[in-house]
């Protein structure tokens, strides 16, 4: 499973490089580097690190409309570390995984207040010195960056390394990982090391793909373990010196897992079963007053400062029992709206609009939507939760999540 031959990663390192210059995409991120001509600094860092942490569980065409309208509002670690966190939740508003962007400026006031605005230049560094930056992301930056010769690994990668060699353990265990790591450290192009570390996951990213991979189109195929086993077929299991599949290897597929043919490459990488999503209700009202200039209003109010959709903005809500009557959860929510708003609150004022699903990472969330016609203001206790009366216009520009969007 290791790259041993120093002629063959000498040999896909150059495969590699020559088919990125020649095919890499045309990323906003990239042109700020190409435009850098060369250099290594924090001037180009921003660029890097805020592309970086967007792409984390988010694709590559959601990041860059993200990416470009941040880089145009806060394009200096000092413009972000002086924004505030709910400008930094409304430019994040949709990209999901809040807590990304709020790290990210946690790290920016850090590196300007206790750091005299210097990046850490190391991998390791970067890891211990900024929160939200980990091992994966510490490795882009000081490749990328800082032309640091250590390797990454993220899905692209492990999916690509995985082929490769064969790699048919559980791809999410620790040892499995850590493993893939010393691969990765292994291959990385000494000279480019930036280039290389996108170049493997460029690769991933178009070519050696989760399902229908081009394997005609990979500059490395005949590097490809996986590629070879579907070209002649799964070799015979003859114990040998240098052979694994013969026995108790921590990185062969597991015995009551064979070789499918049916699947070619695609039988790499393979993962536990991941755990089903916890199904959640969860009531919400929309209270609507007209405003002052008879448009109608909308009340929402702030979520708390830690948890899911830290900080964001929502209409009222009220997480639910899974097993409540309809006329039971219309019960809950007015005694929830009467407490917060210090009157009566009539449950059959509420009419039932209908549900929204939406999903999250680990939780499959129905919202039971409710809505309240209201004749003037509503005072609120302010200890409770912040809360502001906005517009529908007011509302989109707001930082909320795109399950209230849909609500």
């Given at each position: 499973?290791?790259?041993s031959d120093p002629a063959e990663v000498e040999a896909l390192r150059g495969n590699l490089l020559a088919w990125y210059d020649r095919c890499k995409r045309d990323l906003p991120w990239r042109a700020l580097v190409r435009g850098d001509c060369g250099k290594r600094g924090p001037a180009l860092l921003p660029a890097v690190w805020v592309s970086e942490i967007m792409l984390q569980q988010t694709?590559?065409?959601?990041?860059?409309?993200?990416?470009?309208?941040?880089?145009?509002?806060w394009p200096t670690l000092q413009a972000l570390a002086q924004a505030s966190l709910e400008e930094v939740n409304e430019l994040w508003a949709g990209l999901g995984y809040y807590s990304r962007g709020k790290r990210l400026q946690e790290a920016a006031r850090k590196v300007v207040s206790e750091l005299a605005g210097q990046m850490p230049r190391t991998?390791?560094?970067?890891?211990?010195?900024?929160?939200?930056?980990?091992?994966?992301?510490?490795?882009?930056?000081?490749?990328?960056?800082?032309?640091?010769?250590t390797g990454v690994v993220d899905g692209n990668v492990i999916r690509v390394l995985c082929r490769l060699r064969c790699i048919g353990a559980d791809s999410s265990s620790p040892a499995v990982i850590d493993r893939l790591w010393d691969m990765a450290n292994v291959l990385v192009d000494r000279s480019r090391p930036g280039d290389f570390n996108q170049a493997l996951m460029e690769l991933g990213a178009t070519v050696c793909?989760?399902?229908?991979?081009?394997?005609?189109?990979?500059p490395v195929k005949q590097h490809c373990q996986a590629w070879r086993r579907k070209l002649f077929g799964n070799p015979p299991k003859v114990p040998d010196v240098e052979d694994c599949g013969v026995g108790d290897c921590p990185l062969c597929p597991p015995a009551t897992e064979p070789w499918d043919s049916s699947l070619g490459v695609t039988n790499f990488p393979r993962k536990a079963a991941k755990k089903p999503?916890?199904?959640?209700?969860?009531?919400?009202?929309?209270?609507?007053?007209?405003?002052?200039?008879?448009?109608?209003e909308y009340l929402i109010v702030q979520r708390p400062s830690s948890g899911l959709l830290a900080g964001l903005w929502e209409f009222p809500s009220l997480p639910l029992a899974q097993d409540l009557q309809e006329e039971r959860e219309r019960e809950e929510l007015a005694d929830?709206?009467?407490?917060?708003?210090?009157?009566?609150?009539?449950?059959?004022?509420?009419?039932?609009?209908?549900?929204?699903?939406?999903?999250?990472s680990h939780i499959h969330q129905t919202y039971v939507v409710y809505s309240l016609p209201l004749d003037g203001d509503v005072t609120l206790d302010p200890a409770l939760s912040p809360s502001r009366w906005v517009t529908e216009d007011e509302f989109h520009a707001s930082a909320v999540s795109t399950a209230m969007k849909k609500v």
């Open positions: 499973h290791l790259f694709q590559v065409a959601t990041v860059i409309d993200y990416y470009n309208r941040w880089m145009q509002k991998a390791e560094e970067l890891q211990k010195l900024l929160p939200g930056v980990g091992r994966y992301t510490a490795g882009a930056i000081a490749s990328i960056s800082y032309g640091q010769a793909v989760p399902k229908a991979p081009l394997c005609g189109e990979c999503p916890r199904a959640m209700r969860t009531a919400t009202c929309v209270l609507q007053r007209r405003g002052c200039h008879g448009a109608p929830h709206l009467q407490a917060w708003m210090g009157r009566p609150v009539a449950a059959k004022g509420l009419r039932f609009i209908g549900e929204v699903i939406h999903i999250f």
